[in-house]
């Protein structure tokens, strides 16, 4: 299994919703990635998760919530969002945090924020 | 703070034509990466390239890195239609640097292949 499987693929939300991504892999990589792409624009990094612990947040605001519950899951919770917040969340994994890794892409959630 | 810089950012090529993407970064780096993007769609992997000098070929694309000049290019053989898409390249920090499995993306370029 190479793939990482990210749900929903399509999520419309308005500004005072609760909702959740979810991002699963079954590689047996210890590192994984949320990304934040706006159309034609290259992908953002925002979080990344070593061995189930955050070891980057790239200043993202506090609307945007990442967990990790185990080295397979990685969540974004994302509550009281604005209409900027709107495009495409990529997760990623990679096996380590290391300069040679390679990240593998799931196929993102569309996201609208009305 | 490393930065990534591609051009053309606009590649319109006719099917059977050879052209080449380039990819510069900006600080200390020997890893660089190629992605492919599809409308709508996520990131393919196309190439991981470790070292300097290093070339790697995949049918009609072939990717170099020359870490000394700190560029990358990917050039495209023979173009057919089935390749128009995004291209990304994007690197990781060198020696020195905090990589922690940070990816700077290169703002991409968007090629489009005619009959």
């Known amino acids: 299994d190479t793939e990482v499987t990210q749900t929903p693929k399509h999520l419309v939300m308005g500004m005072t919703n609760k909702k959740s991504l979810k991002c699963e892999q079954h590689?047996?990589?210890?590192?994984m990635y949320w990304y934040k792409q706006k159309a034609k624009k290259p992908p953002e990094l925002m979080f990344v998760?070593?061995?189930?612990?955050?070891?980057i947040n790239e200043s993202v605001p506090s609307r945007f919530s990442p967990e990790c519950p185990n080295s397979s899951l990685l969540n974004l919770h994302l509550h009281a969002l604005q209409p900027e917040d709107s495009a495409l969340y990529l997760c990623?994994?990679?096996?380590?945090?290391?300069?040679?890794?390679?990240?593998?892409f799931g196929s993102g959630t569309q996201l609208s924020v009305l | 703070e490393l930065k990534v810089e591609q051009n053309p950012l606009f590649l319109s090529m006719q099917e059977g034509k050879n052209y080449t993407i380039y990819c510069n970064y900006s600080?200390?780096?020997?890893?660089l990466y190629w992605y492919r993007q599809d409308p709508g769609k996520s990131l393919e992997s196309l190439f991981v390239?470790?070292?300097?000098?290093a070339v790697k070929q995949e049918g009609r694309l072939m990717a170099s890195l020359d870490t000394k000049a700190r560029l990358s290019t990917l050039h495209i053989t023979a173009a057919v239609h089935d390749l128009s898409a995004t291209y990304f390249c994007?690197?990781?920090?060198?020696?020195?640097?905090?990589?922690?499995?940070?990816?700077?993306f290169g703002q991409g370029t968007i090629l489009t292949v005619h009959p």
């Open positions: 390239l470790l070292s300097n000098g």
């Open positions: 994007a690197s990781k920090e060198g020696a020195g640097g905090t990589s922690y499995g940070k990816l700077t």
């Open positions: 600080t200390t780096s020997d890893r």
């Open positions: 990623a994994s990679s096996l380590q945090t290391g300069r040679s890794e390679k990240l593998f």
């Open positions: 590689m047996g990589h210890r590192a």
């Open positions: 998760y070593s061995y189930e612990k955050l070891s």
